[in-house]
């Protein structure tokens, strides 16, 4: 059975909090001159990914009174509900089965009784097939040209996904194919793709689990008039594609039904790139690739379901983010890959993370009484280092950053990669050590300023330090190791909301603002008008309808 326990209740957390405010007032420099041993202690190596986190606040102590509490939270029987069909989404009574998509075991996935592994198999050969074709040209639009552009409109995980994918393993991209994602319902979205474009040899995913949602029908709206424009309505049957869990929309769209790939109701948004919802991702790098990447991800599920918590890497991320967020007040994470790849990693992550654990009411119905998710941002190293990272050294908040690189560059040579990692390394051991006035203070005498420059300039060339680190170093960037990654974040993510009593896999909070955008949107059209709005959103419709006027 799925638990449903209040943490503060449980005996581990009381003795966290007695053991942080007794025990644990050391620097971080401070602990390495005790323990010498740390970065031996405290690190992992998982399918050629190494954890280190040694640059946290934890003695061996802290660490074993927060695998306690992953018991007394009774993690180990929540992993096994998940991944064996359980409707662990009660508030929406579905399953949570995005492990069974990447699923390679022959072992068979039950919901209700049914085993739902043929069908994820023939949704996997059905992408197979649609993605071979494409790559020997047997696919072609209306003029009979051959397709070689690819354009996923969706919004949310039918975008952030494939995208975040296709773009860490563009390195890995079959020859002669480009893919654009559409996503945003501003006009200029959907206008500057089709720029971009040639309508005889593009091809149009149309990703919606409901097939209703608004930006996507939308943009899909627009880009079939578009190619009808350029060709004729019938074109639209060759040209659109959907991945939907609403066959009866799509065809009312005007989809062909053997143009339908299925999407189901176990998966939610932000873990769907491992369905039908990554056919772009196929038809970017080729299935055999997509194929390494779900097989990477595997990798990483059977890790987290079997490995001992001391040795389990989800477990181990999860509950450090846990302590600083909840007994250190430290609810940022910063996301910071030294991989240019990797650049859309952040903001992918900060859907899996907040969507999925930006709640506020438990699994009782009543209000969580701790902190739960931490606020996602990053950049790519060395970029960040020119924009934020002044507020990460030297600002009035502490925030735990997640460094990650890999050892071997895709391109180029390993001198000019070592010049990357350099500032990897440099940039956790700066936050760890920082610059205390006594070193400041020896280093401008060195260079000689001034009595009158020492004074002035000191307090603002110092750096606390003391700001936790972890570093996730990887071999290369390869299909097999992005799968790994992204699973790692989203069990990371799972035992957080285990362990914090709440619901991870709904996102009722996304609803609101829509429903009143569809109020919204018949007063700016003209149509009628409203009492419901405040005096300020009836201002702001009545100065946009003002502005127009006076083009």
Sequence with gaps: MYPSISPQNTNAWKALEAHIMLEMG???????????????????????????????????KTLDILLSLAYNCELPSAIQAMFSGEKINQTENRAVLHTALR???????????????????????????????????ALTGYSGKKIDTIVNIGIGGSDLGPKMVCNALKHYAVEGISIHFVSNIDNSDIHETLKQINPETSLFLIVSKTFNTQE????????????????????????????TANNEAAEAFGINTENIFRFWDFIGGRFSLWSAVGLSIACYIGYDHFDKFLRGA???????????????????????????????????????????????????????????????????????????????????????QHSFFQLIHQGTVKVPAIFMAPAIPLNGSIERHNILLSNFIAQTEALMRGKQEEEVLQEMKKKKYSSEEIDKLLPYKIFDGDSPTFSLLYKKLTPEILG????????????????????????????????????????????????????????????????????
Excluded: C
Aim: no cysteine.
């Design 26 to 60: 050391f620097t971080l420099e401070e602990l390495f001159e005790q323990d010498q041993e740390r970065f031996r202690k405290f690190s992992l190596e998982v399918n050629d990914i190494f954890l280190d986190f040694s640059k946290t606040h934890i003695v061996q």
């Design 103 to 137: 699923n390679f075991s022959d072992e068979p996935v039950f919901i209700d009784g049914d085993d739902i592994m043929p069908e994820i198999q023939r949704v996997r050969d059905q992408i197979k097939d649609f993605s071979e074709k494409l790559h020997v040209g």
């Design 216 to 243: 996507t029908i939308s943009n899909a709206q627009v880009t079939r008039e578009w190619l009808s424009k350029n060709s004729s309505k019938e074109a639209a049957k060759q040209h659109f594609f959907a991945v």
């Design 298 to 384: 595997h990798q990483m599920d059977k890790h987290f379901q079997t490995a001992p918590f001391k040795e389990n890497m989800p477990v181990i991320m999860a509950l450090l983010s846990i302590l600083y967020i909840n007994f250190h007040d430290m609810n940022n994470e910063a996301i910071l890959p030294y991989d240019y790849y990797l650049k859309y990693f952040p903001s992918y992550l900060q859907q899996v993370v907040m969507e999925s654990n930006g709640k506020s009411v438990n699994r009782l119905g009543y209000y969580a009484e701790l902190s739960t998710s931490p606020i996602i941002w990053g950049e790519v190293g060395t970029n960040s």
């Design 484 to 551: 790994n990654l992204i699973a790692l974040f989203e069990h990371r993510t799972f035992v957080q909301g285990v362990i914090w009593n709440i619901y991870s896999f709904d996102q009722f909070g996304v609803e609101l603002g829509k429903e009143l955008a569809k109020e919204a949107l018949p007063e700016l059209e003209g149509k009628e008008s409203s009492s419901k709005h405040d005096v300020s959103t009836k201002g702001l419709i009545e100065k946009i309808k003002k502005l127009r006027t006076e083009q």
